[in-house]
């Protein structure tokens, strides 16, 4: 059974940093691209970062670009989401979410290529 299990969330002030954490369980990480979700109460689930399987592509979406660093370590099964300058509009709870098919070359922010999903981390970024 594939699980993943968000952490790092918190609450920070305007224009500090937080670090996320996504860790993999019963699924061969490392052959399979990873993504960053978000989701506001009452909205549909966001895109916010991608990363491919071997960490040669990266996609963000734009109101990230600049301030969040995806990336992971596959010898620890783990994603990261750095997040820097943060702004209050980034408050929301953030998942991460590993994707269908393996070996895919380009990083996908498409929501529909992501097969399994964590609880969530809830982030608070205070003005």
Known sequence: QVQLVESGGGLVQAGGSLRLSCVVSGRAFGIYGLAWFRQAPGKEREFVAAINWNSRSTVYTDSVKGR?????????????????????????????????????????????????????????VSS
């Open 68 to 124: 969040f660093t995806v990336s992971r370590d596959n010898a620890k099964d783990t994603m990261y989401l750095q997040m820097n300058s943060l702004k209050p509009e980034d408050t929301t709870v953030y998942c991460c979410a590993i994707s269908s098919a393996p070996y895919r070359i380009q990083a996908d922010p498409g929501i529909n290529q992501y097969a399994n999903w964590g609880q969530g981390t809830q982030v608070t």
